[in-house]
Structures are given as C-alpha cells and as structure tokens.
C-alpha cells in the first residue's frame, strides 16, 4: 500500500496567520490516466471530513480561495493562509491513485 | 440536496457481527459508487471499500476482506456494511463516502459516521 506521510502532526497557529502542511506519498502518485489523484480534508471536532482540494489543486465548491494546495509526484503542500477559526481542525491528505487509497496520518492545526 | 443517513451506534460482543447501513437522498443512488472508510485513534482512517450501487459489484482492501461485506438495497437507496468476527480492533467510527460527481476517484459527501463498540 502507498504510505502517506504527513507533516507537521501539530501545527500551532495565530489567527490571520499562514501555515503549511505537507504530504509525503512513498510513490508516485501520477496515473496511468495522466492525473494526480492527491486531494485534501479537514476533519472538524465531531465531524465527517470534509473535502478542501481534489487533484492536488482544484478547491471544492464553496472553499475559500485561502486554500491552496500543490505539488507533483510525491510531495505536496497544502496552504492556508489568513487563518480563521472555523480552519481549526485536522487536516488530512488521500491518495486515490493506487488501491487501496490511503490517507495521511493527520495535522492537527490548533491556536498557539 | 445530497445526504448520507447512518445508522446508529452499536455495541456488540466479540465474535459476533454487526450490519450498519447508509441511506442516500437527494441524488439517483445507482449513480454513485458507495466507499465505506474507517477511522480510530490509532490507525487513522483507513480504506475499506466499495460497492457499484448499480451492479453490487465490490472492492475492497485486502486488509477488510474477510472483515467487511458490502451489500447494497436499490428499493430503499440504502447501503449496508456487515462486520463480522468482531474483535476489539474493529472499534471505531465507520463512515460512508460519496464522489460529487460519477465516475471521480475522491469523497465530496460523507455520512456523519457509526460508531461501533466491541466490548464483551
């Protein structure tokens, strides 16, 4: 299976403050399809995650632009910039280019 | 608009078997594979599978075989995932996952998760 590796575990932040996150895939996550199925979640206290980024950096519907996310191959960044509060959360990568998809491990971004 | 019900919570023995189920609305169900995702403290979340809603047709991780089975009910749109042979391990938050649009490889939709509790 492709080991997601995530980093930082923690990420303390101030608010309207810039943070990044990175994604460490143990292979290449380029289809034969020519895509990248790398995509992006936040995981809000009792909730389901939510979908952020799909394909390294294409945001969801109603994602603010203070999401960004890039990379190629095996390592991506997701950005978030002008952090607010509602952003508070563990954020988590998956790949859905090899089977079975895997996740990253999480980061927790919380309030310095 | 697009919903994912789960069932309720569930405590069950070791050894014996669990089915909890995931009812879709607001979308035609036959159009969207369902994925079933399991999350714990430990291990994260992790893959376990899913089900072409029009076929029955599955795929699961190599981990979950044995584990899970995935089922689908057209007549009432709802998607069912039994555990069996529970252990301690097998307790954790299951949630069922939905693409935004066919034929796309990730989860736009998800359910608000089952948590399931295996404790004699």
């Known amino acids: 299976d492709v080991l997601m590796t995530q980093t930082p575990v923690s990420l303390p932040v101030s608010l309207g403050g810039q943070v990044s996150i990175s994604c460490r895939s143990s292979q290449s996550l380029v289809h034969s399809d020519g895509n990248t199925y790398l995509h992006w979640y936040l995981q809000k206290p009792g909730q389901s995650p939510q979908l952020l980024i799909y394909?390294?950096?294409n945001r969801f519907s109603g994602v603010p632009d203070r999401f960004s996310g890039s990379g190629s191959g095996t390592d991506f960044t997701l950005k978030i910039s002008r952090v607010e509060p509602e952003d508070l959360g563990v954020y988590y990568c998956?790949?859905?280019?090899?089977?079975?998809?895997?996740f990253g491990g999480g980061t927790k971004l919380e309030l310095k | 608009q697009v919903q994912l019900q789960q069932s309720g919570a569930e405590l069950a023995k070791p050894g014996s078997s669990v089915k909890i189920s995931c009812k879709a609305s607001g979308y035609t169900f036959t159009s969207y594979y369902i994925s079933w995702i399991k999350q714990t403290t430990g291990q994260g979340l992790e893959y376990i599978g899913y089900i072409n809603t029009g076929s029955g047709g599955t795929n699961y991780n190599e981990k979950f075989k044995g584990k899970a089975t995935l089922t689908v009910d057209k007549s009432s749109s709802t998607a069912f995932m039994q555990l069996s042979s529970l252990t301690p391990d097998d307790s954790a938050v299951y949630y069922c996952?939905?693409?935004?649009?066919?034929?796309?490889?990730?989860?736009?939709?998800w359910g608000q998760g089952t948590l399931v509790t295996v404790s004699s």
């Open positions: 394909r390294v950096s």
């Open positions: 996952a939905i693409p935004p649009i066919f034929g796309v490889r990730w989860f736009a939709y």
């Open positions: 998956l790949q859905s280019t090899h089977f079975p998809w895997t």
